[in-house]
Every structure is written in structure tokens, then in C-alpha cells.
T-cell receptor, first 115, second 114 residues
Framework: DAGVIQSPRHEVTEMGQEVTLRCKPISGHNSLFWYRQTMMRGLELLIYFNNNVPIDDSGMPEDRFSAKMPNASFSTLKIQPSEPRDSAVYFC?????????????FGDGTRLSIL | AQKITQTQPGMFVQEKEAVTLDCTYDTSDPSYGLFWYKQPSSGEMIFLIYQGSYDQQNATEGRYSLNFQKARKSANLVISASQLGDSAMYFCAMRERGFQKLVFGTGTRLLVSP
């Protein structure tokens, strides 16, 4: 079975440019999560969706970040305009909502570098 | 508030030996789940093992087992018969009932030597 698929794997862009990260969750999973990982702050939850609806976006750093989930099989995380401090690895994860024992399954991540 | 503490920034173990990675947690919710993830140098996050707060027995998955001590609020990961491929970062995480959010610890880097 296919896992969580993220694209691109790597992105290098200049400050001020728009960046769009994409995620396809595991089929049948109804919860989707976006995380950011940096050396300084570790793994941080940015936002998560249940049944395509954003539930908690309290981790989104600022208005430059936005996330959408137009359908059950696709989500995007957009940064506009990008800044060097946004450089990090961004992970998407999905799970079955409900029982505590359902793990989150992570994609391979997008390594983002803002110059 | 949920909190996960991993006090060992790095651990060393020789191949074929067992190693214990520490994790303590703090929560006021009696119903919660604890997860361990492995992150190799290639970067992906791999789910290893789960322990529920009401589980009577310690979880095991192959060479991985959890030493769950509820009264001490600890959920240490035990890796038996270490292999070179076990070298990676290991993260402990917790989720409370009613919340989808996972809270992660800062991780422990394990290095397995030949």
C-alpha cells in the first residue's frame, strides 16, 4: 500500500518567493497533519485537518502560512512570501481519527531551503 | 498540558547488545497513548510501537519493547540485539484522549557500533 506521498522532496528558492508543498495522505485516512522540523525547535505541529476541515491551526507561525485540504486525497501548505527562517523539513502525516492507538504515518518530508 | 521529556541526547551501544531509551511524560488525562518513532539519517519518520495508558501488558513489536511504568510516568523503549541499522534518532510522543495532536520529545540519537 502506498504511504503518505509528499512533493517536492527538496525545494530551494529565494526569499520572497511563494512555496507550495503538497501531500497525498494514505487512502482511507481522515486526519491529516502538517509538521515542521528544525534543529532549534524540534518537531512542531502546524495544523491538522479532520475530514478535510481544519481543526487546529494554532501552530501556524503567521499569516504567511496557509494550508488547504480541498478533498480527502490532497492537501497543500503554502508560504507566501517565504523567508530564510522558514528553512526546515516539512512533514505531512495522516491517520485514522478516533481510537488512541492509531499512529500517524509520515511522508518522507520536504526539505525547504530559503536563500 | 502535555509534555514529553527525553533526557538522553545521545546513546552508544555495541552491535547485538540491548539498549534502553528513556522517555517520561506529564499529563493529567488518565487516557492517553504513547508512541515511539525512528528517524534514520535519510529523514523519514517511522512508527515503531504504541502503548496505551490502560494496557495491562508492555507493548512489544519484534526487537522493540516498551518498559511502561505508569506510576512513574515513564515509557522507555528497549531495543534488543541492536543492529547497525538501528542507528537513528528516536522520538517519544504522546496523544491524549479526545485530541488528535501528537506531542513529541526532543529525541535521542542512537549510534550502534560494530
Amino acid at each position: 500500500d502506498a504511504g503518505v506521498i509528499q512533493s517536492p522532496r527538496h525545494e530551494v528558492t529565494e526569499m520572497g518567493q511563494e512555496v507550495t508543498l503538497r501531500c497525498k495522505p494514505i487512502s482511507g485516512h481522515n486526519s491529516l497533519f502538517w509538521y515542521r522540523q528544525t534543529m532549534m525547535r524540534g518537531l512542531e505541529l502546524l495544523i491538522y485537518f479532520n475530514n478535510n476541515v481544519p481543526i487546529d491551526d494554532s501552530g501556524m507561525p503567521e499569516d504567511r502560512f496557509s494550508a488547504k485540504m480541498p478533498n480527502a486525497s490532497f492537501s497543500t501548505l503554502k508560504i507566501q512570501p517565504s523567508e530564510p527562517r522558514d528553512s526546515a523539513v516539512y512533514f505531512c502525516a495522516s491517520s485514522l481519527a478516533g481510537a488512541l492507538n492509531q499512529p500517524q504515518h509520515f511522508g518522507d518530508g520536504t526539505r525547504l531551503s530559503i536563500l | 498540558a502535555q509534555k514529553i521529556t527525553q533526557t538522553q541526547p545521545g546513546m552508544f551501544v555495541q552491535e547485538k547488545e540491548a539498549v534502553t531509551l528513556d522517555c517520561t511524560y506529564d499529563t493529567s488525562d488518565p487516557s492517553y497513548g504513547l508512541f515511539w518513532y525512528k528517524q534514520p539519517s535519510s529523514g523519514e519518520m517511522i512508527f515503531l510501537i504504541y502503548q496505551g495508558s490502560y494496557d495491562q501488558q508492555n507493548a512489544t513489536e519484534g526487537r522493540y519493547s516498551l518498559n511502561f511504568q505508569k506510576a512513574r510516568k515513564s515509557a522507555n523503549l528497549v531495543i534488543s540485539a541492536s543492529q547497525l541499522g538501528d542507528s537513528a534518532m528516536y522520538f517519544c510522543a504522546m496523544r491524549e484522549r479526545g485530541f488528535q495532536k501528537l506531542v513529541f520529545g526532543t529525541g535521542t540519537r542512537l549510534l550502534v557500533s560494530p
